[in-house]
């Protein structure tokens, strides 16, 4: 074994990593299910899981086997031989999504960046010379160029134009308003929505998730794709599958990525209905794509979920959170919202230094969205206990808050 040991990182020392992102002043060195550890040992319950992606805990022991095995017997060779353990991850992956086609990504950006490419390629077939997407306000689809562009957030475009072109932005929920952007525009080939806007603050639709049927609808009147951005929603989080398993109707086009590898860096585009066929040999790629190694983690990840009734852990863990945090924050003037483990308790104001707060005084790994929107995406396969010391440190740390 390589026994590497870093030095921790000092706050004044000099960095070559460039500065995009807003970093806490703390580390972790080690994680076990749902707690994670600084280099003094200081345990810290992880309500976030690096933002939705290590559902099943940090070092999971049959996720780690299984990586170090594959990374010792074969990590990649490429897209140009048959890859087994990519057949064999696809094969889980439509068993517990209902998808048929499946394209192995890197991200969850890549993976709407898939997505986006089937849309256009979808209207071109159709002789569509500027084909249209739907996005909606508030949305969050990713960094890259295109993503950014369907992404309903001006701070995160601004300084990238010109920015790509062929989106139509709607206010998220609103019916009208799409049938509205049909009249006006002929060139529409698609819709691309997450079914809870998770960046945006744990956002449903008005109407629930019945906005997913009412979509299905339009889209099949239009013949325009359907397509869902499960990046975050997906791999159990929302105590289904995927978040549209809470209703009867199926996308054309899903993406995904996040808790797909556990912290192993891989998404996927998948098409099923209208959206079959549509990419064809040479349309799309990557080199890494669903490499030995990401597709047998990705296989691992479903066998898990699967054998462990885990996507039904998080839907009764997570209803058991959001009934407790109702009645225990029931005279705070606070909204919770939540669908299996993904969680968001609107508070009445702006509750960025809860963050801090929660982190250093309670021990607790919380994030805060929208300004006011305290986020909680804990591990899928969480205890009662567990849950109960989840709310032990939370409780106080927004009834405190709150008071000042
Ligand atoms: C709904 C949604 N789509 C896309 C992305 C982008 O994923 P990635 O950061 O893996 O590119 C995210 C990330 O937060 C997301 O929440």
């Known amino acids: 074994m390589n026994n590497i040991t870093l030095a921790p990182v000092q706050p004044d020392q000099p960095s070559h990593l460039m500065p995009v992102f807003g970093r806490q002043p703390i580390s972790f060195v080690r994680g076990r299910g749902s707690y994670l550890y600084t280099e003094d040992g200081t345990e810290y319950l992880d309500a976030l899981t690096g933002i939705a992606v290590c559902g099943l805990g940090h070092a999971h022991p049959v996720i780690a086997e299984a990586i170090a095995e594959q990374a010792a017997t074969l990590i990649h060779t490429s897209n140009i031989y048959e890859v087994p353990w990519q057949t064999a991850a696809a094969q889980k992956l439509a068993e517990v999504s209902g ?74 929920g609103d019916i009208e308003a799409i049938e509205e952007a049909a009249i006006h525009h002929p060139d529409i080939v698609a819709i691309l929505v997450e079914p809870i806007q998770g960046e945006g603050g744990v956002n449903t639709a008005p109407q629930g998730f019945s906005y997913l049927e009412e979509i299905r609808q339009i889209c099949n009147q239009h013949n325009w794709l359907m397509m869902l951005d499960e990046v975050q929603t997906g791999n159990g989080r929302t105590g289904k599958y995927f978040a549209y398993q809470h209703t009867n109707i199926i ?8 808790g797909l590898g556990n912290g192993f860096p891989i998404g996927a585009v998948m098409t099923q209905g209208r959206g079959v066929g549509v990419l ?11 490499t030995a190694l990401g597709s047998r983690v990705v296989y691992t990840v479903i066998d898990l979920m699967q054998k462990e009734n885990i996507v039904a852990n998080a839907a009764e863990i997570g209803s058991y959170l959001v009934d407790q945090l109702r009645t225990q924050l029931a005279d705070q003037n606070v909204i919770v919202r ?27 790994i919380i994030n805060v969205t929208a300004g006011n929107v305290v986020r909680l995406l804990p591990t899928l396969n969480m205890t009662h206990e567990q849950a109960d010391d989840l709310l032990k440190r939370l409780v106080p740390a927004i009834k405190n808050f709150l008071a000042v």
């Not at 849309?119 to 993503?147: C, E, N, Y």
């Not at 996308?251 to 996040?258: E, F, G, I, N, Q």
């Not at 939540?338 to 607790?364: Q, T």
């Open 251 to 258: 996308p054309d086009v899903l993406t995904t990525a996040k």
């Open 338 to 364: 939540g669908f299996g483990m993904m969680i968001g308790i609107e508070l009445p104001k702006a509750c960025s230094e809860l963050v801090e707060i929660a982190r250093d005084e309670y021990h607790l």
């Open 99 to 172: 998808m048929e086609e499946i394209f192995f990504s890197n991200s969850g950006a890549e993976s709407n960046e898939g997505a986006i490419k089937i849309a256009r390629k979808f209207g071109f077939l159709q002789g569509i010379a500027h084909p249209k997407i739907i996005v909606a306000d508030r949305s969050f689809h990713g960094r890259t160029m295109a993503t950014l562009a369907a992404t309903g957030n001006k701070k995160i475009q601004e300084g990238f134009g010109p920015l790509v072109e062929g989106f139509i932005r709607v206010p998220f």
């Open 280 to 290: 064809t040999a040479g349309n799309h790629g990557s080199t890494y794509s669903g």
